[in-house]
């Protein structure tokens, strides 16, 4: 699996590998304004934000847990791509934690039981299938966490994970065979958004 695939992919999601993260940074600039002239966003988050910013660490702790599922059980990931998205969810995840205090600690056990059969394979299009859906309902989650967001370190921590997470998404799109329409009109489901964070403040 060719993690630099993505570089060359012509989609919808290939656009945010290349274009869009200036276009994300920027939709996250506008999203900082309430409409008042004199009222200036947070810099941290607020409370509001890190109960939504859990949510947002136990969806990338549960993509991490699905890629190493596959992983562990021998997939052929002779370039390394594999390896590398697990990463990134693990990265992710601890950013959350360090901006937060929430420990990296609680995957959202919805979402991996609900594909935990999936990821657990060896056959490598079943498993891009299964986590090309995974990377598009991350980026509808994350896209819908982003209009909620308060704090300005949140919507720019959100923004930099959209743009990683759509290419992800064309990677895997390239190997299942999608066309260039397919991936225009690629879709996720949000996932849950509102359930409070179990990970007590601390140490990530």
Same mark, same amino acid.
């Given at each position: 699996?060719?993690?630099?695939?993505?570089?060359?992919?012509?989609?919808?999601?290939?656009? #945010?590998?290349?274009?869009?993260?200036?276009?994300?940074?920027?939709?996250?600039?506008?999203?900082?304004?309430?409409?008042?002239?004199?009222?200036?966003?947070?810099?941290?988050?607020?409370?509001?934000?890190?109960?939504? #910013?859990?949510?947002?660490?136990?969806?990338?702790?549960?993509?991490?847990?699905?890629?190493?599922?596959?992983?562990?059980?021998?997939?052929?990931?002779?370039?390394?791509?594999?390896?590398?998205?697990?990463?990134?969810?693990?990265?992710?995840?601890?950013?959350?934690?360090?901006?937060?205090?929430?420990?990296?600690?609680?995957?959202?056990?919805?979402?991996?039981?609900? #594909?935990?059969?999936?990821?657990?394979?060896?056959?490598?299009?079943?498993?891009?299938?299964?986590?090309?859906?995974?990377?598009?309902?991350?980026?509808?989650?994350?896209?819908?966490?982003?209009?909620?967001?308060?704090?300005?370190?949140?919507?720019?921590?959100?923004?930099?994970?959209?743009?990683?997470?759509?290419?992800?998404?064309?990677?895997?799109?390239?190997?299942?065979?999608?066309?260039?329409?397919?991936?225009?009109?690629?879709?996720?489901?949000?996932?849950?958004?509102?359930?409070?964070?179990?990970?007590?403040?601390?140490?990530?």
């Amino acid at each position: 699996m060719d993690p630099q695939i993505a570089e060359r992919a012509t989609s919808r999601r290939g656009w #945010l590998g290349a274009a869009g993260a200036a276009g994300l940074l920027g939709a996250a600039a506008v999203l900082l304004s309430d409409g008042s002239a004199t009222a200036a966003p947070p810099n941290s988050p607020t409370d509001a934000d890190k109960e939504l #910013l859990g949510a947002a660490q136990s969806l990338e702790l549960a993509a991490r847990d699905l890629y190493q599922l596959a992983i562990d059980a021998g997939i052929d990931d002779p370039d390394g791509g594999i390896g590398v998205m697990a990463r990134n969810h693990r990265a992710y995840a601890e950013s959350i934690a360090g901006m937060t205090g929430i420990s990296a600690n609680a995957p959202n056990q919805e979402v991996f039981d609900a #594909l935990e059969g999936e990821f657990d394979t060896t056959d490598v299009q079943q498993f891009a299938a299964a986590a090309q859906q995974l990377e598009n309902d991350a980026v509808a989650t994350h896209t819908e966490l982003l209009t909620r967001y308060e704090s300005l370190q949140a919507k720019r921590l959100t923004a930099s994970i959209l743009v990683v997470e759509a290419r992800q998404a064309t990677v895997l799109g390239d190997v299942v065979g999608d066309e260039v329409d397919t991936l225009l009109d690629a879709s996720g489901t949000v996932a849950s958004t509102t359930a409070s964070a179990d990970g007590a403040e601390g140490d990530a």
